[in-house]
Antibody, heavy 125, light 111 residues
Framework: QVQLVQSGAEVKKPGASVKVSCKAS????????MHWVRQAPGQRLEWMGW????????KYSQKFQGRVTITRDTSASTAYMELSSLRSEDTAVYYC??????????????????WGQGTLVTVSS | QSVLTQPPSVSAAPGQKVTISCSGS????????VSWYQQLPGTAPKLLIY???KRPSGIPDRFSGSKSGTSATLGITGLQTGDEADYYC????????????FGGGTKLTVL
């Protein structure tokens, strides 16, 4: 069965960086892209970016461009999301989500079929 | 402010039906498939509907989806107390730099 297991909660000071991991199992890691989504307390889901697990190509949300880096280690079937220059507004639960793209008669159908359990990152002085 | 607009909350009694709307534009819903996610309190989101109206295995047929033009709708019939959750629509937005967008979320209360 497909599982995405994320690293544990983190507490960071403003200006620091955090790196969250997402270990995949139950499928061939390089066959699916991985996206990262965050959710501040009581707020909506916010897309951060994604990585092509096969070739390592990445694409980031303009909001996080320059502060976020998504990488992967294919030997460990693990994706990583690093966010730098942390501020209090970055306090949130960070999720990894497996991306599916199903071909259909009207083009491709994209969606997130499996999610990690979430990692709480708290930014506080 | 979200690119996709959802009502902040909806409510209905057990056994009743409810619909949740998701309004976008030609750069997102109008030209892309929509998916819906259920987020129970304190848990990660879960895929509910993909390709506008398809249900993954294990999702009961009480849940349905539709799309017309630049809007999508999630329907839930036979409401149960266990359906109390936040519901999000999502799709690609092809404007500017092609980013995934979510709606603002709708909190469903089963009275």
């Amino acid at each position: 069965q497909v599982q995405l297991v994320q690293s544990g909660a983190e507490v960071k000071k403003p200006g620091a960086s955090v790196k969250v991991s997402c270990k995949a199992s139950g499928y061939t890691f390089t066959n699916y892209a991985m996206h990262w989504v965050r959710q501040a307390p009581g707020q909506r889901l916010e897309w951060m970016g994604w990585i092509n697990a096969a070739n390592g190509n990445t694409k980031y949300s303009q909001k996080f461009q320059g502060r976020v880096t998504i990488t992967r280690d294919t030997s460990a079937s693990t994706a990583y999301m690093e966010l730098s220059s942390l501020r209090s507004e970055d306090t949130a639960v960070y999720y990894c989500a497996r991306y599916r793209y199903v071909s259909s008669s009207s083009g491709g159908s994209p969606f997130f079929d499996y999610w990690g359990q979430g990692t709480l990152v708290t930014v506080s002085s | 402010q979200s690119v996709l607009t959802q009502p902040p909350s909806v409510s209905a009694a057990p056994g009743q039906k409810v619909t949740i709307s998701c309004s976008g534009s030609s750069s997102n819903i109008g030209n892309n498939y929509v998916s819906w996610y259920q987020q129970l309190p304190g848990t990660a989101p879960k895929l509910l509907i993909y390709e506008n109206n398809k249900r993954p295995s294990g999702i009961p047929d009480r849940f349905s989806g539709s799309k017309s033009g630049t809007s999508a709708t999630l329907g839930i019939t036979g409401l149960q107390t266990g359906d109390e959750a936040d519901y999000y629509c999502g799709t690609w937005d092809n404007s500017l730099s092609a980013e995934w967008v979510f709606g603002g979320g709708t909190k469903l209360t089963v009275l």
